[in-house]
C-alpha cells in the first residue's frame, strides 16, 4: 500500500515504470527497490527456502541478510531490497538456490 | 587475472553518521578521502528517522534525523578533498591493505594508506516458531519501507521490544496510518526514553512488558502472533497467551556490529555485549590492533548518532594527523571531541556504553 498522506513526509516518486512479476505486469516508481514496487502490489513472498521450500521475505530491507534474493533479468541471487527498479525488468520468485548458467548473455 | 589497484590516502567504508564525519574531518585536515557506501545515497540510517533526535544538547539534538544526514551529505559532497562513490560495495579487505570495490556490476580495487571502516550494525532476529514468515521484518527495515519509499507493509503491526527503536519505529508506523496492535518487551520495563512511550499509550497502544512473543502464524505470510506473559526468572507462564490478529511483526531485539571487514583484516576481536556483540579492540583513536585500520560509529559498538559522528571525526582526524596533516590544529581539536564524546556518555544512561568500552579499549 502506498502512503499518500504524511504529516512529516513527503514522497517524490520518480517516472512510472512497468515491470513483469512472475509473467504479470505491474507498476513501480523509478528511484524505488524492487522490494517497495511489489510490497506496494501487496506482494511480500519473495523466494522459497532451498530445502524445506518455506515462502520467504524481506527482514533487513538495506541489504545485510539474503533473505529477499530473487531472480531478475535472468540473474539469480538478486538482493531486491537494494536493487533499483528500472523499466521492463523481469522478476521472479526464487526457488531453492540460483543457478548462474541459466544466466542467458 | 590481473587487477589494476588505486592508490588512496584514506578509504572510508560507510557513509552513515560516523563515515561522513570521519570524511569531513579528515578532509578539513587536508588529507584526501575516498568515501564509498553500498546505497544509493548517504546517510546511512538516518534518512529514516523522522523524529526530532534526543541525544547531545551541543550535537544536533532535537533535529530530525533525515535533516541531520542531508546536511552531512551537502557538506561532503562539496569538500573538494573527498570523492564520494554510492552504489559501491566494499566486499573484502585482503591481506596487503587491498580492499575490493563492487560497484554497478564493476570491480575495482583500492590500497588507501589509512582505513576508516563504519560500517554500521545489522538488525537481530529471535527465535520462535515460524520467526521466517513473510510479514516480519526487522523494525529498521520496515521503517525503511514507510519512510523512505513511502509504502506500508501491511495493516496491523506486533512490535517486539520496547526500547528506543521499537517505540519509535511504532509511533512512525501509527503516524503512517498503520495500526499497532501492540509493543512487547521481555524485560519488566519500557527502555525507551519516556517521552517517545508517552506517545504511543496516549494514541492507544498497549505496551505489555514481561511478554513475549511465543510464535507467529500463516500459511504464506503473517495472519496473526500469539504473545505470553514471562516470570520473574523470564520462563514463560502457560495460560497467559494472547492471540492477536496482525499482518505484520516487527523485530526490535537489538543490533550487531558489522565487523566482517575487520575481521578481514585480522583486527583483534572481543566478545562485548554491552557494544552489541563482536567489537575489534581499539585505542582512545579507534585506531584498531592492525596499524592504519579504524573502526567507528556503531561498528565500534552499538550507541547512537551523535556518538557515532564524534567517533567517525576522532578517527579521521587521527587519519589525517598520522599522514602528516593538520599537525597544528591536532591536540585542540582532538580535546574538543573528545570532551563532547565524555559528556555525551556521562550520567546514568551512558552507564553500560562505558562499562563496555572499558573492555574493547585498549593501549596501543
Ligand atoms: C529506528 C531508529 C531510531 C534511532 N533513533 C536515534 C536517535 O533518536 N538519536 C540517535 O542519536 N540515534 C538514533 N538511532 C541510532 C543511529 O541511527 C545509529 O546509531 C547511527 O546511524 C550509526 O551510524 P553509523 O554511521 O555507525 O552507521 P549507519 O548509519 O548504519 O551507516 C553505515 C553505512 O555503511 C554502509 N555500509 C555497510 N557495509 C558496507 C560495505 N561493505 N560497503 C559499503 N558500504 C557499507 C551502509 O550502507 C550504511 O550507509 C536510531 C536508530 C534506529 C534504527
Ligand atoms: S532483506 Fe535483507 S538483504 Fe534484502
Known sequence: MRIEQHPILEFRRGKKVKFIFDGKEYEGYEGETIAAALHAAGIRVMRESPVLHRPRGLFCAIGNCSSCLMTVNGEPNVRICTEKLREGMVVNSQKGKGVLYEKRS | ?364
Open chain 2, 1 to 364: 587475472m590481473k587487477r589494476e589497484v588505486r592508490f588512496a590516502e584514506i578509504a572510508v567504508v560507510g557513509g552513515g553518521p560516523a563515515g561522513l564525519c570521519a570524511a569531513l574531518e579528515a578532509a578539513r585536515a587536508g588529507a584526501r578521502v575516498v568515501l564509498l557506501d553500498r546505497q544509493d545515497h548517504l546517510g546511512g540510517q538516518l534518512i529514516k528517522q523522522t523524529h526530532r533526535f534526543f541525544g547531545s544538547k551541543s550535537h544536533r539534538a532535537s533535529q530530525r534525523g533525515f535533516k541531520i544526514a542531508e546536511a552531512l551529505t551537502r557538506e561532503v559532497a562539496s569538500h573538494p578533498a573527498v570523492e564520494v562513490h554510492t552504489g559501491a560495495t566494499v566486499f573484502g579487505f585482503y591481506e596487503d591493505g587491498v580492499l575490493g570495490v563492487e560497484q554497478k556490476g564493476r570491480v575495482f580495487y583500492l590500497k588507501p594508506a589509512r582505513v576508516i571502516v563504519a560500517t554500521g550494525a545489522a538488525e537481530r532476529t529471535l527465535a520462535f516458531p515460524n520467526n521466517d514468515l513473510p510479514g516480519i521484518y526487522g523494525a529498521g527495515a520496515v521503517q525503511t519501507l514507510v519512510n523512505v519509499y513511502g509504502i506500508l507493509p501491511g495493516r496491523r503491526v506486533l512490535m517486539v521490544g520496547a526500547g528506543n527503536i521499537g517505540v519509535i519505529v511504532s509511533y512512525q508506523l501509527l503516524q503512517a496510518g498503520m495500526e499497532v496492535a501492540a509493543i512487547v518487551e521481555a524485560a519488566p520495563v519500557i527502555g525507551a526514553y519516556w517521552v517517545h512511550a508517552a506517545k504511543v499509550r496516549r494514541a492507544g497502544v498497549p505496551i505489555y512488558t514481561s511478554h513475549t512473543i511465543k510464535e507467529a502464524y500463516g500459511k504464506r505470510e503473517v495472519e496473526g502472533a500469539v504473545i505470553w506473559q514471562l516470570d520473574g526468572d523470564g520462563k514463560p507462564i502457560p495460560g497467559t497467551e494472547k492471540d492477536l490478529a496482525v499482518d505484520t511483526i516487527c523485530l526490535s531485539v537489538g543490533l550487531s556490529p558489522l565487523i566482517e571487514l575487520l575481521a578481514q583484516a585480522g583486527c583483534r576481536l572481543a566478545y562485548v555485549p554491552e557494544l552489541g556483540g563482536h567489537v575489534p579492540l581499539r585505542d582512545e583513536n579507534l585506531q584498531t590492533t592492525v596499524p592504519g585500520v579504524y573502526v567507528a560509529g556503531d561498528a565500534a559498538g552499538v550507541e547512537e548518532a551523535s556518538a557515532a559522528m564524534m567517533e567517525g571525526a576522532l578517527a579521521g582526524l587521527h587519519a589525517a594527523y598520522s599522514l602528516g596533516y593538520g599537525q597544528q590544529d591536532y591536540e585542540a581539536r582532538r580535546a574538543a571531541i573528545r570532551e563532547q564524546l565524555e559528556a555525551l556518555r556521562s550520567g546514568p544512561v551512558g552507564e553500560k556504553i562505558r562499562r563496555g568500552l572499558s573492555k574493547a579499549i585498549i593501549q596501543l
